[in-house]
């Protein structure tokens, strides 16, 4: 999914819309690199914690990318935004925002965190050298649920990158990363 200029402006809208409606300025999406790299930390720490595999999964990985707060808000047209790092091992190397605009029935706000395990070099070296990863393109990409989980063995592991969406609040009528563009950005 390309993200037009029209669909970024409606996502646009409905974040300041939904900003204005919690009472959260928009300046509090923006990170600095150190809170970035905490909150990234702390995501992750939390994913473990809650997911147990996604801990062995991490021993695998080329790279982690972690996105610790994504910003979706929608009333018939959508967006998501988040800031994020790319970690290989425990560095972090890069910065990345996560962007998203989508149309249809949707209502509603919500936060959550999500983690994508490259686990290939050709998926770690598609991620720096494209001008942006939009998911569907690219390296296959695997969103796992709880159930899909319970599933999975390091023997089973064959897909380029996993996705662990958690930590959500609000109150919004679905969740997905599909359509998701990541980019990288300067801190």
Known sequence: MNITKRQFLYSTLALASTSALLGTPLTTIAATAEDLHKDSHQALENLYTT?????????????????????????????????????????????????????????????YAYVVFLMSDRAVRYLEKSKGWEFGIGPNIVVVNEGAAKNLSTSTLKDDAYAFIFDQQGLMASLSIEGTKISRIKR
């Open 51 to 111: 997911q147990p595999f996604s801990s062995t999964i991490s021993k695998k990985a080329k790279a982690i990318l972690v996105f610790p707060k994504i910003i979706k808000a929608g009333l018939v047209f959508g967006g998501s935004y988040g800031e994020g790092v790319l970690m290989k091992g425990d560095k972090v190397t890069d910065y990345f925002n996560s962007v998203s605009g989508s149309w249809g029935w949707q209502a509603g706000a919500e936060s």
